[in-house]
């Protein structure tokens, strides 16, 4: 009798626990492409133009030649282009890619816009990396981004309140 009380407790136990889900089940139900905006503007006319070239591509979900158009924007203004540093991670995210150099340079574009202050998407680089991190079954990583995203009233906050409640 004794043996059967530890089964139908361990059962009961078992049964109650909610099923953490996986981290690719996290960005399965969590990751959608960023589309909030249709065009940009520049002070300079030919950047104003790259960026528009690369944000159609985006928005026409051609990511190979919109990261292309991106890519050409960093290398001619390498300092503080936050918006093609943004788009190409998100560009890049979008192509699936899997080797570990690709992943090392979504990785890093995004901590990049992040760690530029005063910029529009500091929110969405955190939201997007940390999906990017449990994508790759590093979801330890993405805590702290989350944690951040969910403490502080505004994009993404109720969205990374649930996913921490899941995974806690």
Do not use: H
């Amino acid at each position: 009798m004794k043996n059967t009380s530890w089964i139908a407790l361990l059962f009961l136990l078992l049964g109650c626990q909610e099923n953490k889900p996986t981290d690719d089940q996290i960005f399965n139900k969590y990751y959608t492409p960023y589309l909030e905006y249709t065009s940009f503007k520049s002070k300079e006319a030919t950047l104003e133009k790259q960026l528009n070239e690369g944000l159609a591509y985006y928005l026409a979900q051609n990511y190979e030649a919109a990261f292309d158009r991106f890519s050409i924007i960093l290398e001619a203004y390498i300092e503080n282009q936050i918006t093609a540093t943004f788009y190409a991670a998100l560009c890049l995210i979008e192509m699936e890619v899997t080797s570990p150099e690709q992943k090392e340079i979504v990785e890093s574009l995004l901590i990049d816009t992040i760690n530029q202050n005063r910029n529009p998407f500091i929110r969405e680089a955190e939201w997007y990396l940390s999906l990017f991190y449990f994508k790759n079954f590093d979801g330890e990583k993405a805590l702290p981004l989350l944690e951040n995203l969910a403490k502080t009233k505004g994009t993404f906050q109720v969205e990374s309140q649930a996913i921490l409640a899941k995974v806690k």
